[in-house]
């Protein structure tokens, strides 16, 4: 009942944090680190993952994410995650445990155990999608192209129209924002 958890949006500029816990009931072929994958290898491996695992994703807005800070979301995803799945062992991605007990945190988790692979796919597909959809109702944001990450076209449509109501207001964006 090993449950590996990892996380996409982190660092995103717009959108949720997407975390993703995962326990297989079999072995599943082909799962690696999520980024290593094409996006069809990974829309692929969502769905088998989906039929071949108990898992949990959550999502924290951006309005929380502004509210509580991006360790809490990160904190109460994984609390959320573990409380839902009831696993033996679990093993994060990173560097940190964020104060949970019973939580491994192994670098580089994600291309080491195959749960967290899991867990890395699941995450961040679940929330390309979300962006992918939402784009529609933000279409002069490119969030289907970026997902919200902060690439230099992102930022310059930031210059030109501001924030829109899906960006985290508490990141600083360097060459945009003054010092607080």
Not at 55 to 71: C, E, M, P
Not at 127 to 151: Q, S
């Amino acid at each position: 009942m090993l449950c590996g958890i990892d996380e996409a949006g982190r660092g995103s500029l717009a959108g949720p944090l997407a975390v993703a816990g995962v326990i297989f009931k079999k072995d599943i072929k082909g799962v690696e680190d999520s980024k290593k994958l094409t996006k069809t290898r990974r829309e692929e491996l969502f769905d088998i993952i989906c039929k071949n695992s108990y898992y949990k994703i959550v999502f924290t807005d951006n309005k929380t994410i502004d509210k509580i800070g991006l360790s809490k979301a990160i904190s109460d995803s994984i609390e959320e995650i573990i409380s839902f799945l009831n696993p033996s062992h679990t093993i994060m991605d990173g560097n940190t445990n964020f104060g949970i007990l019973g939580v491994q945190a192994v670098i580089k988790a994600d291309t080491k155990v195959p749960q967290v692979s899991a867990a890395s796919i699941l995450a961040k597909v679940s929330r390309d999608r979300y962006m992918i959809e939402i784009d529609a109702k933000y279409p002069r944001y490119g969030f289907k192209k970026h997902k919200g990450y902060g690439t230099k076209a992102h930022i310059e449509t930031i210059k030109e129209f501001g924030r829109s109501d899906l960006h985290r207001s508490s990141f600083f964006i360097r060459g945009l924002d003054e010092r607080r």
